[in-house]
């Protein structure tokens, strides 16, 4: 069964910390590159940071030194730790494979975990 699920979303202040899991079914989680992505309103989607299945990184330079990407190859699941939060990080966060993983010609997403930053 495919199944992606976010979780660990939540209302923080500027400047706060949140760490975002996602626990991916195997079919999507093993075949290498995972990533989380973000879609605040009335913007596209767009990938803030990577790993690949050896660990290595890649960060959009927006959350770059903020924010990490970590996985847990036995239990597929990846990580999001989030530092320094900024109102403009307030979005809906969602992982996939990257590029996102496809079912029946349509990219499968999971129900994605909100993330507000206020005061």
């Known amino acids: 069964q495919v199944q992606l699920v976010e979780s660990g979303g939540g209302l923080v202040q500027p400047g706060g910390s949140l760490r975002l899991s996602c626990a991916a079914s195997?079919?999507?989680?093993?075949?290498?590159?995972m990533g989380w992505y973000r879609q605040a309103p009335g913007k596209q989607r767009e990938l803030v940071a990577r790993?690949?299945?050896?660990?290595?990184?890649t960060y959009a330079d927006s959350i770059k030194g903020r924010f990490t990407i970590s996985r847990d190859n036995a239990k597929n699941t990846v990580y999001l730790q989030m530092n320094s939060l900024k109102p403009e990080d307030t979005a809906v966060y969602y992982c996939?494979?990257?590029?996102?993983?496809?079912?029946?010609?349509?990219?499968?997403w999971g129900q994605g975990t909100q993330v507000t930053v206020s005061s």
């Open positions: 195997g079919s999507i989680f093993r075949t290498g590159v």
């Open positions: 790993i690949s299945g050896g660990g290595s990184t």
């Open positions: 996939n494979r990257v590029p996102p993983y496809v079912s029946r010609g349509e990219a499968y």
